[in-house]
């Protein structure tokens, strides 16, 4: 009877000889991606011989698993294209069409992000970092075109003009319409101190040369001093407001023999001082726009 099962199960195979599983893809996601995405193939069974065919491209993928291999799309223009795979001798019976769209651009960063209403055409000049910026790209802030320059291939460079103070978007539109989403370029017009220094001396009053940025014109200054030795009283406070653009170190044509204030320009400051005695005293300086934008008290120690 055994011998009778083995014959009969050997016909078997003789007619009817093992066939190998095919090679087959059942899903393809996603359909629509940009070059340098991933996708994802579903089917098997798969092995590490097993090559990815996008249109005439062979691909070898990144992660293979028995049902399911992940490939990154190479770059290729826009368009449609037929996938399908490759294993030895075998090809997938089924062909999947891949759909491959223009990357949308995205800016990662701007350098600096802060530019002061004061500042030289040098200090507006702004680097756009990120990535996808294809060639015929347009650069735009707050819908106009800039001109800007291209430094690398995810590096472009401009010029910021002079604005009023806010916040603008900056966006990269690719020639194909993608665009970015609009990252945040800030106009400063808040003032700082950052240095004082004594300037011209005269016979009876000297300069206190004020050095920082967004001080604009017709700006006052808040002077608080206290008298030396003296800690239980209040600090004696004037308010001086800047007389215009003048020279800076050269005096008033006729001194006012008061303390008063003349306005260089928008980095600049000049205090002309006229000391009730020689003995240094503690001071603080805080300069205040038309606005009301101000600054920090900045705190020194002068006659």
């Not at 399911?68 to 399908?84: A, M």
């Not at 993608?178 to 017009?189: A, E, I, Q, V």
């Not at 303390?259 to 005695?277: A, E, G, Q, V």
Request: negative net charge; aromatic residues 8%.
């Amino acid at each position: 009877m055994h011998r009778r099962l083995i014959v009969f199960c050997l016909a078997c195979l003789i007619l009817f000889p093992f066939s190998v599983m095919a090679l087959e893809i059942t899903g393809v996601s996603p359909a629509v991606v940009a070059s340098g995405s991933a996708v994802t193939v579903i089917g098997g069974p798969f092995s590490r011989d097993v090559k990815i065919m996008l249109g005439d491209r062979q691909i070898a993928p990144s992660m293979v698993g028995q049902r399911q291999l992940v490939f990154t799309v190479p770059p290729l223009e826009t368009g449609e294209y037929s996938l399908f795979l490759r294993e030895a001798d075998q090809t997938s019976a089924q062909t999947f069409t891949l759909r491959i769209i223009e990357p949308a651009p995205r800016i990662g960063s701007l350098s600096p992000t802060n530019i002061d209403m004061c500042s030289s055409e040098d200090e507006r000049h702004v680097v756009v970092a990120g990535h996808h910026f294809l060639p015929g790209a347009t650069l735009l802030l707050e819908g106009s075109a800039l001109p800007f320059t291209r430094t690398s291939e995810e590096e472009l460079t401009f010029t910021a003009p002079s604005l009023e103070a806010g916040i603008y978007g900056i966006q990269v539109v690719n020639p194909g319409g993608t665009s970015s989403l609009p990252h945040s370029l800030w106009f400063n017009d808040i003032p700082e101190i950052l240095n004082v220094h004594i300037g011209e001396e005269f016979v009876n009053y000297y300069q206190l040369v004020i050095e920082g940025k967004n001080f604009s014109a017709g700006a006052s200054l808040v002077v608080n001093e206290y008298p030396p030795g003296v800690f239980d009283l209040p600090p004696q406070q004037q308010v001086l407001t800047a007389r215009g653009v003048g020279t800076g170190t050269a005096p008033l044509e006729r001194p006012s023999q008061a303390d008063n204030l003349r306005h260089l320009d928008c980095n600049t400051l000049i205090y002309n001082r006229y000391p009730i005695s020689s003995q240094a005293r503690e001071v603080s300086l805080q300069v205040v726009n038309p606005d009301g934008k101000q600054t920090p008290a900045y705190h020194l120690t002068t006659p």
